[in-house]
């Protein structure tokens, strides 16, 4: 009896470590608006400043990063990039609720919340859910020196042919050492995230940072030339596990967290 109630003791203990390292990797989810205006960017970028991120720090969630495509000035569909770190899909889910609780924030975002529809804020919304890699559990703050005007973040997307294939990539990132690699080579990476919901899929999105774009530029030098880096791209087990890749260099905007 003394037996059997030990070993029950220790599968319930196996079970919560279990969950406890689950409930460590942080869930990602990244807003993309598409928008076409002035009026409209100005418009978000109130709303984010003066309503959201006051609101969200509220409710718990500490770094917002908001992100806009260098070159979006030019681009026929503008976006904005909404970076939304999350402890829980549960939080996720109740963070509208517990915005609109909040008299602040429906207040100050009084202009988004109750735009009319003739003069939307924006085109359409995306939304990508993440969960973040094992080797990398949780958001990490980038170590920059320039001015934050000079900063560039680097958000790369790599789909793969098929879910057994995407997660051969995502084992290269974690068991094959891809992880350890760009933080030895100094690419201040905010985060890494599997895609467990989006309009692309499989697929796995992870962002770097860098002090400008010229930095950004020898990072990549120096990495390519990096003998473990050749090493583990050469390995027979990791060919042909990208069949698209996507890369978005983007500036934060001023009253982002990061």
């Known amino acids: 009896m003394f037996q059997k109630a030990m070993l029950l003791i220790i599968s319930l203990l196996s079970t919560s ?25 100005a418009l978000l970028d109130r709303y984010y400043e003066k309503a959201f991120i006051p609101a969200a720090h509220q409710a718990g969630i500490r770094q917002v990063g908001v992100f806009k495509p260098v070159g979006n000035d030019t681009a026929t569909d503008k976006c904005l990039y909404v970076v939304l770190p999350f402890a829980s899909t549960e939080q996720m889910i109740d963070l509208p609720f517990q915005l609109e609780k909040n008299s602040a924030y429906t207040t100050n975002g009084n202009d988004y919340i109750n735009a009319p529809y003739t003069a939307p ?11 973040a890699f094992k080797t990398a559990p949780v958001m990490q703050l980038p170590r920059l020196q320039s001015a934050k005007a000079e900063h560039i973040y680097e958000l790369r997307s790599y789909e793969g042919h098929t879910e057994k294939i995407s997660r051969n990539k995502i084992h290269m990132f974690n068991e ?83």
């Open 17 to 41: 470590v279990w969950l406890n390292a689950q409930q460590k990797q942080t869930f990602y989810e990244i807003k993309i608006y598409h928008f076409s205006s002035k009026e409209q960017e």
């Open 176 to 258: 094959g050492g891809e992880v350890p690699l760009f933080k030895r080579l100094n690419f201040n990476a905010v985060f890494y995230g599997e895609v467990i919901a989006g309009s692309r899929m499989p697929n796995l999105m992870y962002m770097t940072s860098f002090e400008n774009m010229q930095d950004r530029d020898a990072h990549w030098t120096t990495f390519r030339a990096d003998n473990e880096w050749k090493s583990l791209s050469s390995k027979q087990e990791y060919q042909k596990n990208v069949s698209r890749s996507e890369i978005i260099l983007m500036k934060a905007a001023p009253y982002s967290d990061y």
């Open 121 to 131: 804020p924006y085109n359409r919304i995306e939304s990508v859910l993440l969960k």
